[in-house]
């Protein structure tokens, strides 16, 4: 379950680095970013979905399932608590 949790944090925490990278870097001029923030982690925490179908369908890891699938869900918490919140 361990191994799942570190997959859940690092992969979606790679992805907002380049995201949030690749925003910034073609944000039209006079705007800070091209996409909004929100957005980016949104889109940060979806590729864990593909990930968690990979350890449990294909690898029958369910443990390791589990840690990714508690992240994201944890993810996906404080996402609405903060951006639902305002």
Sequence with gaps: MLLGVAIGIV????????L??????????GKDYLVQLSTVLLVAIFPNLF???????KLQLDKTGRGILLI??????????VYLGK
């Design 11 to 18: 992969l979606p925490a790679v992805l907002f680095a380049i």
């Design 20 to 29: 949030y990278a690749l925003s910034r870097i073609f944000a039209p001029e």
């Design 51 to 57: 990930t968690l179908r990979h350890y449990l369908a």
């Design 72 to 81: 994201t869900f944890v993810f996906a918490i404080l996402y609405f608590a």
